[in-house]
């Protein structure tokens, strides 16, 4: 059996699952999660409908020894739970700064998965930021309260293209510094 290894990208116990770097077997529960509306709608770059070859670029970009974020996949698997729950991202950024994005399979909405993972991202501190960034859409105040119930400060409003609505989407701007 051939192992995968992501460079520099370790694994994170957040207790009820696990972050690890994204496989290439992880394909069809990716595209499944990555195709639903109501998930790409919640992103930035998610395309909908999702093209053909999509979750592979994706998957592709992950594993990049080049690559500018660290992702990983909320996998449930040692709990009984589904093997991707999720996706947790930290890119890196100048002056030990870093941005985080996640997102969550509807069946796991309102369940805590996503402030599970912010939570142990932050603990773990892979990419040793002193600052954290993250925005979220407006119309999304759950995945806001996930920051601010992290610790996160805002700092404002801003704007953002959406490519799976085709057009700017208002958000909300956090912070958090660790030192």
Known sequence: MKMETIADQTVIDAERFI??????????????????????????MFPHPLPPGATEAFIARAGDPM???DIWVMDGSASGQPEVLGVIALERLDRDQS???????????NTGLASDAVRALIAARPQGAKTIFGSVFQDNPASARVLTNAGFAYLGDAETYSVARGGMVRTWTYSLKLG
């Open 67 to 69: 690559r500018v974020e």
């Open 99 to 109: 941005e985080i994005s996640y997102w969550v399979a509807p069946a796991s909405w």
């Open 19 to 44: 972050l690890r770097p994204v496989r290439r077997s992880d394909v069809g529960l990716l595209a499944m999660h990555m195709s639903d509306e109501r998930v790409a709608r919640g992103t930035r």
